[in-house]
């Protein structure tokens, strides 16, 4: 009888022991476990959609400064899903539309419509906008005072529009009928050429707009505009940056020259440019997206970035052929 009890007293010891031993191992898990959530915290990757309009040079340099200037920031912690819509704008739409279901971080837009597609699919997520002209006119703000507020910020690539017209004064002082040639779906180039055309018009020029729908008639309009004017000018526009071949090759046999309103189109056809540089433009959306995804800046107080120093360029084969002498403040661009 005593070595039965003290075997079951023995086993009841034993049990206890156990019972300690198991409850310390569960303490010392869910101490791994919670040291662990804290650093997947730490290390948490942010996913970011960029959704670009259409493939050209000053786009694709935007975009590739953002991802740079991001990836110095976040390095591994950030992952991109990019989707460029084909210069369709219902293509945007769907685009972001899949982002909000995806539930990334931050949605990148480059451009106006990939920007009002972003801030129409979501007021939750936060949306940076780049390579938009102005922020007003893209998301109908009346009275803008450089702030969107909400969930939307991101940076201009307005450059001073009279400088861009006092340059057919300064390159081209023969030339008196000048044309305004943009894509009539871009609400930002219908703003543009708004103020360049009251700009000219002040010089004592007599201007004339051509847009045209999207690249099926851009040759067709281009054609019009090169024999009905001397010169022509043609703002940020997205549709005429994925059409340069098409409108150099209308323009050249023309021998009309276009002043342009950023570097990629006027290395594709124009002669010279006010342009800001794309590529540290994206940089500074994406020094900007690190901020909000950091959690140091909230998304509704933060103004649209401006790039503050545009440069005048020229295109020096095409100046040479027109026989264009182009005053000592312009740079030459001898392409990338």
Same mark, same amino acid.
């Given at each position: ?5 003290? +075997? ?43 959704? @670009?309009?259409? @493939?050209?040079?000053?786009? $694709?340099?935007?975009? @590739? ?8 920031? %976040?390095? *591994?912690?950030?992952?991109? *899903?990019? @989707?460029?819509?084909?210069? $369709? ?37 936060? &949306? %940076? ?12 703000? *009346? ?11 991101? /940076? ?5 529009? $009279? ?18 040639? !943009?894509? +009539? ?11 360049? =055309? ?8 007599? &201007?004339? &707009? ?19 004017? $001397? ?5 940020? *526009? #997205? ?10 090759? &209308? ?27 794309? !590529?540290?433009?994206? =940089?500074? /959306? ?20 401006? !790039?503050? #120093?545009?440069?005048? %360029? ?23």
């Amino acid at each position: 009888m005593k070595k039965f009890t003290a +075997s079951v007293l023995a086993s009841m010891m034993c049990l206890s022991m156990a019972g300690c031993g198991s409850s310390g191992s569960g303490s010392a898990a869910s101490t791994a476990e919670a040291s662990g959530s804290a650093s997947a915290s730490e290390t948490a990757t942010h996913l970011v959609g960029i959704i @670009q309009l259409v @493939q050209h040079p000053a786009l $694709d340099q935007a975009t @590739q400064g953002f991802e740079d200037e991001l990836k110095a920031e %976040l390095g *591994d912690n950030v992952e991109f *899903d990019y @989707q460029n819509a084909s210069g $369709d704008s219902p293509t945007c739409t769907t685009i972001a539309n899949q982002f909000v279901s995806e539930g990334v971080d931050l949605i990148m837009a480059n451009a106006t419509a990939a920007l009002q597609a972003a801030a129409s699919a979501t007021d939750t997520i936060p &949306v %940076l906008g780049t390579s938009i002209t102005e922020y007003g006119v893209a998301l109908g703000i *009346d009275n803008f005072n450089g702030t969107v507020g909400g969930n939307v910020s991101g /940076t201009s690539d307005l450059a001073p529009l $009279d400088q861009q017209a006092d340059m057919f004064d300064e390159l081209l002082p023969d030339a008196n009928t000048i044309g305004i040639l !943009y894509c +009539s779906a871009e609400a930002n180039s219908v703003y543009q050429a708004n103020v360049v =055309k009251a700009a000219l018009e002040a010089k004592g020029k007599t &201007v004339t &707009v051509y847009t045209f729908a999207d690249s099926n008639d851009v040759a067709s309009v281009t054609q019009q505009a090169c024999s009905e004017c $001397d010169a022509l000018y043609i703002p940020t *526009d #997205n549709t005429a940056a994925s059409c340069t071949e098409a409108i150099n090759n &209308v323009a050249s046999q023309a021998g009309t020259p276009i002043i342009t309103g950023e570097k990629g189109i006027m290395e594709g056809c124009g002669i010279a440019t006010l342009s800001i540089d794309y !590529y540290e433009l994206g =940089k500074t /959306t994406g020094s900007m997206a690190a901020k909000i995804l950091k959690g140091e800046s909230d998304i509704s107080t933060m103004p649209i970035e401006y !790039y503050s #120093n545009p440069e005048k %360029l020229y295109n020096p084969e095409r100046c040479t052929a027109l026989g264009i002498t182009v005053p000592d403040d312009y740079t030459a661009d001898e392409g990338e």
